[in-house]
C-alpha cells in the first residue's frame, strides 16, 4: 500500500468519558503547532521534545494541568505527527480542550480515521487494522488474546507468505499469451499445479479457524428451554448472579424471550430464556411467547434443555425431541437434569444440577465448554479468521480449483483469468488490493478517538 500523506491535521478524544483522565490526539502536520496554541510549559516548546511526556497548563482561563507528549513522523501510531494530551477527566474538561483545538486548526476525527491512516501510511496491513477493532470490543480473555496475535502482524503474514508463489505462475502463463512462438523455459502444466496445490492446502488450513474466529469474536448463541416451570429462568439467573428473570410456581411465567451475556469459561455466550414450550396455552401472549421459544431454538448454536429429575424420565426426553424437531434445531443439546437437591434419585444422567442451591453448575459449564470447542487447541487457534478473510479465502479458493482444469487443457487465458483473481482476493485481505468502500466499511465501526 502506498504511503498517503494528508494536508489536514485531526483530533478526537480518545478515552471513554467518566474516567479520572481523558487523552486527546492529533495526528497531522500541524499537530504541534496546534497543540502549542492550547497548551503550555516552561522551557523547551513542545515541537523540540521528542517522546518526553511533559507537565504544562492548558490555555483556558483556569489554566488546567495538562500532561502532553510529541511523537514525530513516520515512528507514530499513524506515521504522521502526533500529539497526545492528557487533562482530568469527566465531560467538561476534555471538551473544552476539544473545542480549543478545533478553534486553533485541527479538525474532528472521523470514526477510525486514526487506525485508517496508520494503514494507509504503512504502519499496518488491513488484518492488524481490524484487529484494533476486535481489541477494543473484546469480552473474553480470548479475544483480547486473539486480537492481540492478530495485532502483530501474524494473519497477514499468513496471507502473504500463502500468496507469494502464485504471482510467478500468472508471470510464466502471461509470457505464454505475450510470446506464444518463442520457445521459452516454461514448466509444463503440471508442474503450475504443483506450484498450486500447496496454496490450497493454506488456504484450506486457513479457513479451518473460521468457526474458531466467529465464535471467539462474536460469541455464542445459547438458548435455555425446556418445560414450563422446570427452572429455566432460575438457571438464567444463577449463570448470571442475579435476578434478571421473574420466578413464580406458576407454570407460564415467562411470556418472551429474555436476552442477556454472560462469559463462561472464557466463553462469550448470548444465552436468551426461553417461554416454557407446551401444547395447551393459558392465553394468546403465552402463546406467543412460545412461538418465540421456537424462533430462539431454530437459530441456537447451543440449547440446554432443562428436564424435571423429580418427574419420569422418559416422557421428558421424548418431549424433547419432538420439539428440537419440530423447531428445526440443529444445534448442540445438552440434557440438563434440574431439581437435584430434592429428587429421591440422583447419579443417573451426566448433568444434573440444583438451580436452587449451585450444586452441579460447575459441570454444566464443562459441558458448554465441550459442547463450544470440539476440537484441541481450537480456541488458541492464531488463524480464526474474520467473516471478511473467511468470504475472500473461499472466493480464492474456488479461483485456484477453477484454474487447475484450465491449466491441464493448456486454456491459458482463462487460468491467468482465475489466477489473476485469486491474488486479487488474497490482497484484499490484507490491504494490498482494497477499494475505498471496503475501508469505509470497515472503519465506519470504530469510534471517534481510534
Not at 19 to 24: C, D, E, F, P, Y
Not at 104 to 125: Q, S, Y
Not at 430 to 448: M, Y
Amino acid at each position: 500500500m502506498q504511503k498517503i500523506m494528508t494536508d489536514d491535521t485531526i483530533c478526537a478524544i480518545s478515552t471513554a468519558p467518566g474516567g479520572a483522565l481523558a487523552i486527546l490526539r492529533l495526528s497531522g502536520p500541524a499537530s504541534a503547532e496546534i497543540a502549542e496554541k492550547v497548551w503550555f510549559s516552561k522551557g523547551v516548546p513542545l515541537h523540540e521534545t521528542k517522546r518526553v511526556m511533559r507537565l504544562g497548563h492548558t490555555l483556558s482561563a483556569d489554566g488546567e494541568t495538562c500532561l502532553a507528549v510529541f511523537m514525530p513522523g513516520p515512528h507514530s501510531y499513524t506515521g504522521e505527527d502526533v500529539v497526545e494530551l492528557q487533562c482530568h477527566g469527566g465531560d467538561f474538561a476534555p471538551d473544552r480542550l476539544l473545542k480549543a483545538l478545533l478553534a486553533n486548526g485541527a479538525r474532528l476525527a472521523d470514526p477510525g480515521e486514526f487506525t485508517r491512516r496508520a494503514f494507509l501510511n504503512g504502519k499496518m496491513d488491513l488484518t492488524q487494522a481490524e484487529a484494533v477493532l476486535d481489541l477494543i470490543q473484546a469480552r473474553t480473555a480470548d479475544a483480547a488474546s486473539l486480537a492481540e496475535r492478530q495485532l502483530s502482524g501474524v494473519l497477514g503474514k499468513k496471507i502473504s507468505e500463502t500468496a507469494k508463489d502464485l504471482p510467478g505462475v500468472l508471470a510464466e502463463i502471461e509470457s505464454r499469451l505475450d510470446f506464444p512462438e518463442e520457445d521459452l523455459d516454461w514448466r509444463s502444466p503440471e508442474e503450475l499445479i504443483a506450484v498450486i496445490a500447496p496454496v490450497l492446502d493454506k488456504i484450506r488450513a486457513l479457513l479451518a479457524g473460521s468457526r474458531a474466529g466467529s465464535i471467539i469474536r462474536n460469541g455464542v448463541r445459547l438458548v435455555i428451554a425446556g418445560a414450563p416451570n422446570v427452572g429455566k429462568s432460575s438457571l438464567l439467573n444463577r449463570i448470571l448472579g442475579y435476578d434478571r428473570a421473574i420466578v413464580t410456581e406458576i407454570p407460564g411465567t415467562t411470556r418472551d424471550t429474555v436476552e442477556e451475556n454472560a462469559v463462561i469459561r472464557g466463553i462469550h455466550f448470548r444465552l436468551t430464556d426461553t417461554a416454557g414450550v407446551r401444547e395447551d396455552a393459558a392465553d394468546k401472549v403465552e402463546e406467543f411467547g412460545i412461538k418465540r421459544s421456537k424462533e430462539s431454538l431454530k437459530s441456537a448454536e447451543v440449547v440446554i434443555w432443562l428436564l424435571d429429575l423429580t418427574q419420569e424420565h422418559e416422557p421428558q426426553l421424548r418431549e424433547m425431541e419432538k420439539r428440537v424437531a419440530d423447531a428445526e434445531c440443529h444445534a448442540k443439546v445438552i440434557h440438563c437434569w434440574n431439581k437435584k437437591d430434592i429428587a429421591l434419585q440422583t447419579g443417573k444422567f451426566p448433568c444434573e444440577v440444583s438451580v436452587e442451591n449451585g450444586d452441579g453448575i460447575e459441570m454444566l459449564y464443562d459441558e458448554l465448554a465441550k459442547a463450544v470447542f470440539t476440537e484441541p487447541g481450537e480456541r488458541e487457534s492464531e488463524s480464526a479468521i474474520a467473516q471478511r478473510h473467511e468470504k475472500l479465502l473461499n472466493e480464492a479458493l474456488t479461483r485456484l480449483e477453477s484454474a487447475i482444469p484450465e491449466l491441464c487443457a493448456e486454456a491459458w487465458e482463462l487460468a491467468a483469468v482465475h489466477i489473476r483473481e485469486a491474488i486479487y482476493d488474497l490482497g484484499t485481505i490484507t490491504g494490498e488490493n482494497v477499494s475505498p468502500d471496503v475501508l469505509d466499511e470497515i472503519f465506519s465501526r470504530f469510534c471517534i478517538g481510534k
